[in-house]
């Protein structure tokens, strides 16, 4: 079945004056103020994995670029990861959490079924005035996120938005599953986007794909209407993540390679103007596989797999967040993330920095 392609495209847009309508007359770009990122404290490296499943450091370091990741702990809720991020980013821009008009947080491992982790985390900043919602769309949660909240930016409806992405992955994992358990790690990252006036800097465009029909290969099957938590759910351990993914693996290169080739052509931009290639981090030979399909030099591709593992919605906000404060961003650098996962889904984001 061939991928329906949900949305190509936003740029930012200048619209006709009109009587009373709140829509702007002058450009609107939504503009990253600032960024933030937290990981859980406890490292689990590739040797503790070594004693939990059959497994060994040289295979998963070869096999996916993996050396160790962060695991929250009993009791530790997404929430309580996301805050720090979002304190973080909120600080870096200035912003104060009751300034913000919206809350959009990408994520499959929130708090609770509901209600959303964005109405848990908007009660906890104090976010008074923002509306708040999550967004599910596995491992490009943030992109997704991040799109959605773009659009009300450029359209003028809202002007202060923070845009989250976290995941606990390791409470929904097989711990018996040697082929999933060492593949992801707990994270957040958050953004905060602000209305900025005619400018050329902020998102560009935004490019979002999905394909139900690969959504077996990938999945969580129980604690939804389709199989509600019973005893049988647990201890068949529907609760967990199951994933083929030699499938995913095939797919994943060429459709973030495809998102990068979209917004590029969609923004009238060429590979060699791109600063910095931040992909999501699942596995390393997938990121290289796509800069090769790409043609895009390696050292031009943020990687940091090898700290923190897949963490899902949240590995592109973190990598993102650590190269601005590694300086690897300057001003005027086009800076592309691209991700895939769940759903299937993928899609990417180009911003002027
Ligand atoms: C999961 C993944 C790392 C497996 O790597 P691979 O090279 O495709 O490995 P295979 O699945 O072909 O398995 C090869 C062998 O390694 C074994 N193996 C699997 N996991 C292992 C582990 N953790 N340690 C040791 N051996 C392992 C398999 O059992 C298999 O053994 P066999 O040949 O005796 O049957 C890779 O397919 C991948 O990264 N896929 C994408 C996953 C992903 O990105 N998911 C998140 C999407 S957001």
Redesign the pocket.
């Known amino acids: 079945m061939p991928p329906t392609i949900i949305k190509v495209v936003n740029k930012t847009s200048v619209r006709e004056p009109q009587m009373g309508s709140r829509w702007p007359t002058h450009r609107l770009s939504a503009i990253i103020a600032g960024t933030g990122a937290h990981v859980p404290a406890r490292v689990m490296t590739n040797a503790d994995l070594e004693k939990i499943?059959?497994?060994?450091d040289a295979?998963?370091t070869e096999?996916?670029g993996m050396k160790e990741r962060h695991i929250a702990a009993a009791g530790e809720t997404a929430s309580d990861v996301a805050m720090v991020a979002c304190e973080k980013a909120l600080a870096e821009s200035k912003v104060k959490a009751e300034e913000l008009d919206l809350i959009v947080v990408g994520t499959v491992t929130g708090d609770m079924p509901f209600p959303s982790t964005a109405c848990v985390l908007q009660e906890r900043l104090g976010a008074s005035r923002a509306a708040a919602f999550d967004v599910s769309a596995?491992?490009t949660g943030f992109i997704y996120a991040l799109s959605v909240a773009q659009q009300f930016v450029a359209n003028g409806v809202y002007r202060t938005v923070l845009v989250v992405g976290v995941e606990l992955m390791s409470k929904v994992t097989d711990w018996t599953d040697?082929?999933t358990c060492?593949?992801f790690g707990d994270g957040a990252g958050a953004a905060v986007l602000k209305a900025g006036k005619d400018t050329d800097t902020g998102i560009l465009g935004t490019y979002l794909a999905a394909n139900g029909h690969g959504g077996q290969h990938?999945y969580m099957p129980a604690g939804g209407s389709r199989h509600p938590a019973s005893v049988e759910t647990v201890q068949q351990r529907m609760h967990t993540c199951k994933?083929n993914?030699?499938a995913?693996?095939k797919v994943?290169v060429r459709n973030m390679a495809d998102a990068v080739k979209h917004l590029l052509q969609e923004t009238g931009l060429g590979i060699d103007d791109l600063a910095l290639l931040i992909p999501?981090q699942?596995?390393l030979r997938?990121i290289e596989a796509t800069a090769k399909l790409l043609k895009f030099p390696s050292e031009r591709v943020f990687v940091n797999i090898a700290k923190y593992g897949?963490t899902?919605s949240a590995t592109t906000i973190i990598a993102l967040d650590e190269a601005r404060k590694a300086g690897l961003v300057h001003p005027g650098d086009n800076v592309m993330l691209v991700a895939?996962?769940?759903g299937l889904t993928w899609g990417g984001v180009l911003i002027r920095f």
């Open positions: 499943v059959d497994t060994s295979w998963i096999r996916t596995g491992c040697r082929s060492v593949l990938l994933m993914g030699n995913v693996f994943a999501h699942a596995n997938i897949n899902s895939f996962g769940a």
